[in-house]
């Protein structure tokens, strides 16, 4: 049973149909998070990528980790309602197998380094125990404007990088 399912993962995150990439957050803690993605032959990315070897592409498997290190931010932030998490950066990314249709995404991330507004994370993915990705990512937590714009006045000089 998951902690959280996608309608309440829908609650934190603003993303929406095709590009909400994770389906539950099976474990949660402060430091640290468990998401499932489900992939399905129904991607519409599977239309192109390709046709005859349906394969997840790499960028959106880092996008669905980066969306579960997003439901971690956010998650533990009372006015969440008026804030975004973006991706500001991604280091030592390796996609070790490729991932297809039918398979289960485990995505495990965990906090590195906190700062007031950034997180760095290092995250792995995995099927059956098998590693198939992992990355550093970092993320920088944003205002969003009553006008529904995101503010990131100051991204590139607040986010800097670890030692």
Same mark, same amino acid.
């Given at each position: 049973?998951?902690?959280?399912?996608?309608?309440?993962?829908r609650?934190?995150?603003p993303h929406r149909?095709?590009?909400?990439?994770?389906?539950?957050?099976?474990?949660?803690?402060p430091e640290?998070?468990?998401?499932?993605?489900?992939v399905?032959?129904?991607?519409?990315?599977?239309?192109?990528?390709?046709p005859?070897f349906?394969?997840?592409p790499g960028?959106?498997?880092?996008?669905?980790m980066? @969306?579960?290190?997003?439901?971690l $931010? %956010?998650k533990?932030?009372?006015d969440r309602?008026? +804030? #975004?998490?973006?991706?500001?950066?991604?280091?030592q990314?390796?996609?070790?197998?490729?991932?297809?249709?039918?398979?289960?995404?485990?995505?495990?991330?965990?906090v590195?380094?906190r700062?007031?507004?950034?997180?760095?994370m290092h995250? @792995?993915?995995?099927?059956?125990? $098998? %590693?198939?990705?992992?990355?550093?990512?970092?993320? +920088? #937590?944003a205002?969003?404007?009553?006008?529904?714009?995101?503010s990131?006045?100051?991204?590139?000089?607040?986010?800097a990088?670890?030692?």
């Amino acid at each position: 049973m998951p902690l959280l399912d996608v309608q309440a993962i829908r609650e934190i995150l603003p993303h929406r149909y095709p590009m909400l990439l994770v389906d539950a957050i099976v474990e949660l803690e402060p430091e640290r998070i468990v998401g499932i993605k489900n992939v399905t032959v129904n991607e519409p990315f599977f239309a192109g990528h390709f046709p005859d070897f349906p394969v997840m592409p790499g960028v959106l498997i880092l996008e669905a980790m980066a @969306q579960v290190a997003g439901v971690l $931010v %956010l998650k533990s932030i009372p006015d969440r309602k008026s +804030k #975004l998490v973006l991706l500001a950066s991604v280091e030592q990314a390796k996609f070790r197998r490729p991932v297809f249709p039918g398979h289960q995404l485990r995505i495990e991330m965990k906090v590195t380094r906190r700062k007031a507004s950034v997180a760095k994370m290092h995250g @792995q993915a995995t099927v059956d125990g $098998v %590693l198939m990705a992992e990355a550093v990512l970092m993320c +920088k #937590l944003a205002e969003r404007e009553a006008t529904g714009d995101v503010s990131v006045e100051n991204v590139d000089t607040a986010v800097a990088p670890a030692p």
